[in-house]
Every structure is written in structure tokens, then in C-alpha cells.
């Protein structure tokens, strides 16, 4: 079966404490509370400054291809907390990348770890991706140790230019392999 047509299959999955769906429009106001806090993104992008500039990023970086973008709502509360997404997907070796966020205020309750676990079983199980990886700057902690509870292992570290800032940083490459992959 074609790789899109896995993708939209599953648009939209539950796990324990979170739903895994598309962006909507309906999500400005709880993005924008994400992405306008400095603190929720020091390792992501740039803060958005004003409630439009906000929604245009939304909706440039996460709507306007749904696929393989899963907006993060914790279900008890219904509420935008962050987004998964799998990235530069290569379809011949079957490998893609991993980013991840979650609101600060969600930070250490296994939300993210969850969120990074379902979906490497997906992309193993489910897509037949054969591996994934993951880069963080290196003084981004807590998203190594989101990675390393999921399984991936650091493979490397390196310099490399920032996206946005075109700064030169040091990152840490995780990967997981499928052939390592073991579901708890």
C-alpha cells in the first residue's frame, strides 16, 4: 500500500492520555499560547509574536500538509498541548525524522514520551518505516530523555547550522532501528 495512503489512515489516532489528530482552525488560540512563550520553544522555532503571526505559522507549517502532522490534545482537558511530526520522510529507504513539542505546562507527565512511543509503533508497525531519528540541540535534556524513554539511542553528536537562527550549534543524533524496535 502507497506510504499516503498509510498516512491518512491514520490522520487521527488515541492513546492513553492523548489524541493524535489534525491541526484545525479551531487550535489558534491554544497554539498561539504555545507558541507565543519563549519558554515553550527555546528549541523549536521562532516565538510567535502576535496572536496572526501565530496563525499563519500554524497554518503554513502544520495544516497546509496534514499528513504526517498530528496536532497533540490531551483528552481530559480537549486542549492543543503540542504536536508530533514525522519529517524529511525518504520513501525508498523508508526512514523519516521525528519533531516533537509540548506546552511547558505538560512537561514531566510522560505526555511527550507517550505521544513519541505510539507513534514509533505506528511508523514500525503500521507504515513499514525501517528507521527514524531524531536531532536535538545538545542542551535540550529533556527532549533527549523524551527520545531515550522511547527507545532511541544517541548515535552521534555534532555542529550544524540552526534553521532559523543560522547560528552554529551542536546537536545530538537518536535513532531507532525497526530491527531494534521492541514494543512495551
Known amino acids: 500500500m502507497d506510504m499516503m495512503i498509510r498516512l491518512a489512515q491514520f490522520a487521527e489516532f488515541e492513546t492513553q492520555c ?31 509574536v502576535t496572536p496572526q503571526e501565530s496563525l499563519t505559522f500554524m497554518v503554513h507549517y502544520f495544516m497546509k500538509e496534514p499528513l504526517g502532522v498530528w496536532a497533540i490534545e490531551e483528552k481530559k482537558s480537549s486542549k492543543l498541548i503540542g504536536a508530533i511530526r514525522l519529517e524529511n520522510m525518504d520513501f ?10 509540548i506546552h511547558k505546562d505538560y512537561w514531566g507527565r510522560g505526555l511527550a514520551s507517550e505521544a513519541l512511543k505510539n507513534l514509533t ?60 524496535y521492541r514494543y512495551e
Open 18 to 48: 492523548l489524541l493524535l489528530r489534525p491541526f484545525a482552525y479551531k487550535d489558534q488560540a491554544d497554539f498561539y499560547e504555545i507558541a507565543g512563550n519563549p519558554e515553550n520553544l527555546a528549541f523549536i522555532f521562532p516565538t510567535q
Open 92 to 101: 525508498n529507504s523508508q526512514h523519516a525524522e521525528v519533531g516533537y513539542f
Open 121 to 180: 509503533f505506528l511508523a514500525f508497525q503500521e507504515l513499514h518505516l525501517r528507521s527514524l531519528a531524531i536531532i536535538t540541540h545538545k542542551e535540550n535534556l529533556a527532549s533527549q530523555r523524551v527520545a531515550q524513554k522511547a527507545g532511541f539511542r544517541l548515535v552521534r553528536e555534532y555542529k550544524g547550522s540552526d534553521r532559523y537562527s543560522k547560528q552554529v550549534r551542536r546537536y545530538c543524533l537518536f535513532e531507532m532501528r525497526k530491527s531494534g
